[in-house]
């Protein structure tokens, strides 16, 4: 077997890793991991490169030493190298890398000292007190390991939507290539519903020759395992170990089967004790009168939810919660959607840690048809590498004047600025009251206790300069928990001050989460949508974001971003205090529905 390029990129970043453990030279670390990074990206296969006699040194990051090494284990299937200095360090030290919080120096001690090479040695460890014994360790940095560990554990094998979703669509996009006679091919269960991970990702579809998709589907290449491939469903496990179920209908009858599988299993046994009482039972291929023993068959889900005396429920919706009550009282709520949002109010360039320049993230904004767009580059707090200075931020409010002139598109000066680890905000305050858009966030310090953490997330708000909290809980999905703080109080805080919450859309983060935004939604507090972009093709990944607000039940009205720009100007140009009234005013004033106000729950 040829190793992939991720399997080379992953081995130039064990090296740097094990240098690190060691102790070896920064530099020589450095340009492993910048080697690991590149290859990362290569779309070329370099086993194939190395065995057409390519050269590898002109590409950028891969210089004599590396590309001889790639030869090594391309050719050899080893690397001398890497052999040497896995064979200095303690077993199984590489291995406790995969555990958030614990880089090479930690690793190794770990393994010098306590002679741990486990995952779950260390989170024993952690658990008696051996590990807060450790050298620069402590109780505070053994408990936040703990929480790290569990975190990761709780994913318990799901998937987090922002890898599943892709996979899926992989699938389907090659599905419909083999067979043109596909009519209809739709993901149902959690990933129809947004859910933020997948147990296993459900397909249904219609076409005339169900048998052969199913083969079609078993033959992809990149199906590990066939688990079933039947008539009526195939079951597949894709790299890397994500199942796939494939359920085929037919056209008459496939609203009661998309139903049925997009579940969610609450909403279903819910939908069902509806229709008994209706003396109508369900199943997946239709609608049964129980005392007539008739059938009844349905071609999409309106059909089906209509016999039921029912308006279509969008999935986002599906709970088993409340859904059933608003659609028998006809109040289900109008959703927001991508194409209400008129701009994006959390963007990075290479200014700080983005990867593009200012005037591409402009440009790509405006193509999405945006009215407006804040650059939002990090400042120069501890947490983050390359934030701005005063004067480097000055220095960019000077570019975007003159990138003004040549757009149409509203471009505002913002930054996302540290919440420091005391509450105070990372720039003077005459630095931040010169800025259209004040993003605050915490990036250090995630794991102070419940009472000080809340204190400075309240503190943020306080500061009459910060428009909006971003990436609120600082989790990140499957591999950091979210910090601990008294949600109740930063909400109420967040409407008192006027300050805005953020749904941050990027699929690693997912945060405001779905119940803590339906909570905020409640409550009245203005909530905006934003990419967190660092790259320019970041700008239209809202879609993750836009689904985290469909299911706190939000609809456009809630979503500051969805306001046309005068709207937003006057927003954040009137003085925080103010700012709550402006939002309802110009809600009313702009006539949209408020039938539903905030929703059953
Ligand atoms: P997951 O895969 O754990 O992320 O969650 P789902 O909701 O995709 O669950 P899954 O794949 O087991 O089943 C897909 C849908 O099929 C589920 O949402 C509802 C329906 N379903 C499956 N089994 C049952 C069942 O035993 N009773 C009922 N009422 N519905 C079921
Ligand atoms: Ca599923
Ligand atoms: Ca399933
Ligand atoms: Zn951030």
Redesign the pocket.
């Known amino acids: 077997m040829q190793p992939t390029n991720d399997e080379i990129a992953q081995l130039f970043q064990n090296l740097g890793a094990l240098l690190e453990m060691k102790g070896d030279s920064a530099f020589k670390i450095r340009a492993y991991r910048r080697a690991a990074d590149t290859i990362h990206q290569l779309t070329v296969p370099l086993a194939q490169a190395v065995h057409d006699g390519q050269k590898l040194t002109g590409i950028p990051g891969i210089g004599k030493a590396i590309s001889d090494k790639i030869h090594e284990l391309v050719t050899t299937g080893k690397v001398r190298t890497y052999e040497r200095a896995k064979s200095e360090v303690p077993e199984g030290a590489l291995n406790l890398l995969a555990i958030p919080g614990i880089g090479p120096k930690t690793a190794m001690l770990i393994g010098t000292e306590l002679g741990i090479s486990t995952v779950e040695g260390v989170e024993q460890a952690a658990a008696d007190g051996r590990l807060a014994t450790l050298p620069r360790m402590g109780k505070r940095a053994a408990e936040s390991i703990l929480r790290h560990i569990q975190a990761t554990r709780s994913m318990g094998g799901?998937t987090p939507i922002g890898e599943a979703l892709p996979a899926a669509e992989s699938v389907m996009a090659a599905l419909r290539d083999s067979d043109p006679d596909i009519t209809l091919l739709t993901p149902?269960?959690?990933?129809r519903?947004w859910?933020e991970?997948?147990?296993?990702?459900?397909l249904v579809a219609v076409t005339r020759q169900p048998e052969e998709l199913g083969r079609c589907l078993a033959d992809l290449p990149e199906v590990r395992e066939v688990l079933v491939n039947g008539s009526r469903k195939t079951s597949v496990i894709v790299e890397p170990g994500l199942q796939i179920?494939l359920r085929t209908g037919e056209t008459n009858s496939i609203g009661a089967m998309l139903q049925?599988?997009?579940?969610?299993?609450q909403?279903?046994?819910r939908l069902?004790d509806f229709a008994n009482r209706m003396g109508l039972s369900l199943n997946e291929y239709g609608i049964t009168g129980i005392e007539s023993g008739e059938v009844e068959y349905f071609a999409d889900e309106t059909a089906f939810y209509a016999r039921l005396g029912l308006p279509w429920i969008p999935p986002e919706l599906r709970a088993g919660m409340w859904e059933l009550d608003a659609a028998q009282q006809n109040c289900l709520p109008q959703l927001v959607e991508s194409r209400h949002l008129r701009g994006d109010l959390h963007v990075h360039s290479e200014w700080s840690d983005g990867s593009d320049p200012i005037e591409t993230m402009v440009a790509t904004a405006a193509s999405l048809g945006y009215e407006y767009v804040a650059l939002t580059d990090h400042s120069q707090g501890l947490g983050v590498a390359n934030g701005l200075t005063p004067e480097r931020l000055a220095a960019q409010r000077e570019v975007l004047l003159q990138l003004q002139d040549r757009f149409d598109i509203r471009i505002l000066a913002g930054s996302e600025v540290d919440i420091r680890a005391d509450g105070r905000m990372d720039f003077p305050d005459e630095v931040l009251a010169e800025l259209d858009v004040v993003v605050a966030s915490v990036h250090n310090a995630m794991s102070q206790d419940r009472d000080t953490m809340t204190r400075r997330i309240i503190s943020a708000m306080e500061h009459p300069s910060v428009t909006i909290i971003g990436h609120l809980s600082t989790r990140l999905l499957g591999q950091r928990p979210p910090s601990d703080f008294d949600l109740e109080a930063v909400l109420q805080a967040a409407r008192d001050t006027g300050t805005a919450l953020e749904i941050n859309a990027s699929p690693a983060r997912l945060d405001l989460r779905d119940t803590h935004a339906h909570r905020a939604r409640e409550l009245g507090v203005p909530l905006v949508i934003n990419t967190d972009s660092h790259h320019h093709s970041e700008l239209s990944a809202g879609r993750f974001g836009i689904a985290v607000a469909r299911r706190a039940w939000c609809e456009p009205r809630h979503i500051l971003n969805a306001l046309p720009l005068d709207d937003f100007l006057r927003f954040i140009r009137a003085p925080k205090p103010d700012r709550l009234k402006v939002f309802d005013e110009i809600v009313a004033t702009r006539n949209l529905s408020h039938e539903f106000a905030t929703g059953p729950g």
Do not use: K, M, P, W
Request: charged share 30%; glycine share 12%; aromatic share 8%.
């Open positions: 799901r149902a269960g959690s990933l519903r859910e991970t997948i147990g296993d990702v459900d179920d049925y599988f997009t579940g969610s299993q909403h279903n046994i069902r």
